[in-house]
């Protein structure tokens, strides 16, 4: 069945195209295209990525940067047009470790036959600078996301029911996507992949976690070892839609006491975190708690 494999890019010509080969180096993997999206770079990310010369990819290069939902939704339009039946989403700092790919579409091709509601099947995140590190996907419990780590360290399972994970790595089953109106384009960016993986939750389809499905991600800008685990660091104004959208898309799917759960638990829990081990925590915090009033306010779309 055929695939598409989307990259969105901004700026990313210095990783970009290990992401690119290491779609291509899976030979088992068959009619397979690839797109990229470019959301307006500045830098060398499409030299780069025509310096490739790859036949069957796709450069669509947008006027100025729409974000990454606006993105996911032309691709999964773009997927509709060629008939493709999976959209595989890879972000361009992320390199698929071999037979990742594959591993992934065997499984949700299995579990399609054995009658299953496959929504879509994520990979198995690990930190590219501390490769033990597994970025655990997630449980939807009703009114909060909460990691599955506890029940993938004790099960021997390769492939785990789950809830969320991130959308670098996650392959989708594009009907299941269309039929809940795709990814949320106001989020702009940050939260939308969880979001989505809510709303396949609610409607019905099912989403599974693949061990032997490896992705090394750079997660942030910085990331370092301490005493409570990896910590990960984000540029300050992307912690303004972190927050905004996560109290807003908590709120509308778990309800108020989803909303005050994140705003206890997590927003005062994190900034605790940016001023213990944060290299810009003063200007952080104030992106996070003016994305918490935006969200409050509804205020959504790019700042």
Request: hydrophobic letters at 40%; proline letters at 3%.
């Amino acid at each position: 069945m055929k695939t598409l494999a989307l990259v969105v890019s901004y700026n990313g010509e210095k990783t970009i195209c290990s992401a690119l080969n290491s779609c291509l180096t899976d030979e088992h993997v068959s009619d397979l295209s690839l797109l990229i999206i470019d959301n307006a770079s500045t830098d060398g990310t499409i030299t780069a990525i025509q310096s490739l010369n790859l036949n069957q990819l796709n450069i669509i290069q947008m006027p100025r940067n729409v974000g990454v939902a606006t993105a996911y939704n032309l691709g999964l339009k773009k997927a509709k047009e060629l008939g493709a039946k999976w959209l595989f989403l890879l972000d361009q700092d992320s390199v698929c470790l071999h037979c990742c790919l594959n591993n992934l579409l065997e499984e949700a091709n299995l579990l399609e036959k054995q009658g299953k509601p496959v929504g879509a099947v994520c990979a198995n995140i690990q930190s590219w600078f501390f490769p033990d590190c597994t970025h655990f996907p997630y449980y939807w419990e009703g009114n909060s996301l909460v990691t599955a780590h506890q029940s993938i360290e004790s099960s021997s399972e390769i492939v785990i029911p789950i809830d969320s994970s991130l959308s670098s790595g996650t392959l989708y089953n594009v009907e299941a996507l269309n039929a809940i109106g795709g990814f949320r384009e106001d989020y702009f960016i940050d939260f939308v992949d969880h979001e989505c993986h809510i709303r396949l939750h609610q409607a019905g389809w099912k989403l599974w976690w693949h061990k032997h499905a490896i992705l090394y991600h750079r997660l942030g800008i910085f990331q370092k070892m301490t005493d409570e685990g990896l910590w990960i660091e984000h540029q300050p104004y992307r912690y303004y839609y972190m927050a905004r959208n996560m109290f807003e898309g908590q709120r509308r799917l778990g309800g108020k006491p989803a909303a005050a759960r994140f705003v206890k638990r997590d927003l005062f829990g994190h900034i605790q975190r940016l001023w213990r081990y944060g290299k810009s925590p003063l200007k952080s915090s104030f992106f996070l708690i003016r994305g918490i009033i935006d969200g409050f306010l509804g205020r959504m779309g790019p700042r």
